[in-house]
């Protein structure tokens, strides 16, 4: 029933949001609109854990800087019709908040040339009540653990416990994204799964 509240309004924003409660119904929702195109991933465990290159890769040529290091890999993925990534959080308002280091994951979910759809794929793990939990959530969870995953040279990377506010050159904190309606120029759905996915 809650989630099913997030979805109604995640929709009267203008959203294509939808909830499952296994991740097996999230992929096929996925095959099922993501087929026949050029599609760029975010830098995500969510995407990783859910096996969306493999998956997706069957019908689609996929651009994800994970999984291929050549030097155009983030350019292509912004010039692709589809881009996939996670969130940092999403609260109960329908607000999407994103931390990004690069700032492609952020850059290419609010714009691309040739974009068609974006998706955010969010366990959850990720929800909360409202937009200070999820700024708090992005700052304090998911930052400090992908900083470990990182092996950042900053203070959050030891334990990935909280934020520490540092300015180390190495800082991953550097652009905040909260979302809280579509592109203008293409649509953008939202999948949530039922589950405890990435960060
Ligand atoms: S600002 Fe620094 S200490 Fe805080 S989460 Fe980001 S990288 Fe870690």
């Given at each position: 029933?809650?989630?099913?509240?997030?979805?109604?309004?995640?929709?009267?924003?203008?959203?294509?949001?939808?909830?499952?409660?296994?991740?097996?119904?999230?992929?096929?929702?996925?095959?099922?609109?993501?087929?026949?195109?050029?599609?760029?991933?975010?830098?995500?465990?969510?995407?990783?854990?859910?096996?969306?290159?493999?998956?997706?890769?069957?019908?689609?040529?996929?651009?994800?800087?994970?999984?291929?290091?050549?030097?155009?890999?983030?350019?292509?993925?912004?010039?692709?019709?589809?881009?996939?990534?996670?969130?940092?959080?999403?609260?109960?308002?329908?607000?999407?908040?994103?931390?990004?280091?690069?700032?492609?994951?952020?850059?290419?979910?609010?714009?691309?040339?040739?974009?068609?759809?974006?998706?955010?794929?969010?366990?959850?793990?990720?929800?909360?009540?409202?937009?200070?939990?999820?700024?708090?959530?992005?700052?304090?969870?998911?930052?400090?653990?992908?900083?470990?995953?990182?092996?950042?040279?900053?203070?959050?990377?030891?334990?990935?416990?909280?934020?520490?506010?540092?300015?180390?050159?190495?800082?991953?904190?550097?652009?905040?994204?909260?979302?809280?309606?579509?592109?203008?120029s293409c649509e953008a759905h939202v999948?949530?799964?039922?589950?405890?996915?990435?960060?």
């Open positions: 029933m809650i989630m099913q509240n997030l979805v109604g309004i995640l929709n009267r924003h203008g959203f294509k949001a939808s909830y499952f409660e296994a991740p097996e119904a999230a992929l096929d929702y996925l095959k099922a609109e993501i087929s026949g195109v050029t599609v760029g991933m975010g830098g995500s465990m969510t995407i990783k854990e859910l096996g969306l290159y493999e998956v997706l890769g069957e019908n689609n040529t996929i651009h994800w800087h994970w999984q291929d290091a050549a030097p155009d890999t983030l350019a292509q993925a912004m010039l692709a019709d589809v881009y996939i990534s996670s969130a940092n959080a999403v609260s109960m308002a329908g607000e999407i908040v994103n931390i990004d280091a690069t700032g492609n994951r952020v850059a290419s979910l609010a714009y691309g040339p040739n974009r068609k759809k974006v998706f955010y794929v969010v366990g959850t793990n990720k929800i909360v009540e409202n937009l200070e939990q999820a700024i708090f959530r992005a700052k304090n969870t998911a930052a400090p653990l992908n900083a470990k995953r990182l092996d950042r040279k900053t203070p959050c990377a030891v334990k990935g416990d909280h934020c520490y506010k540092c300015n180390s050159p190495e800082r991953i904190c550097r652009t905040t994204s909260i979302v809280t309606r579509p592109p203008a999948v949530i799964i039922n589950g405890d996915y990435g960060y």
